[in-house]
């Protein structure tokens, strides 16, 4: 039982920056990997950037150079800070957490980049 809420989308134009949040609650130690995931409108989720338990990274690599992820101290938060934003950045950024046997996720956060 994990809950997850994302947090920081807005509405951003070209070129600019956004630092989105998790919080996580729940039973987070039973949490071996947090990430993000985005969804394009009438697109299929795909994978940003992931994190271990043991502090392991994963990028997309079409983002890596532009997208960070990160955890705080605490367990129960990671974050994505987002660079030179583009238009095609455009779309609903989703945290996940996962462990194994189960798949946690949240609501999404709104990013809109402007032309």
């Known amino acids: 039982q994990v809950q997850l809420q994302e947090s920081g989308g807005a509405l951003v134009q070209f070129g600019g920056s956004l630092r989105l949040s998790c919080a996580a609650s729940?039973?987070?130690?039973?949490?071996?990997?947090m990430g993000w995931y985005f969804q394009a409108p009438g697109k299929q989720r795909e994978l940003v950037a992931a994190?271990?338990?043991?502090?392991?990274?994963k990028y997309a690599d079409s983002l890596k150079v532009r997208f960070t992820i990160s955890r705080g101290n605490a367990k129960d938060t990671v974050y994505l800070q987002m660079n030179s934003l583009k238009p095609e950045d455009t779309g609903v950024y989703y945290c996940?957490?996962?462990?194994?046997?189960?798949?946690?996720w949240g609501k999404g956060t709104l990013v809109t980049v402007s032309s």
């Open positions: 729940g039973s987070i130690e039973s949490i071996d990997t």
């Open positions: 994190i271990s338990s043991g502090g392991g990274v």
């Open positions: 996940n957490a996962a462990r194994y046997g189960a798949d946690y």
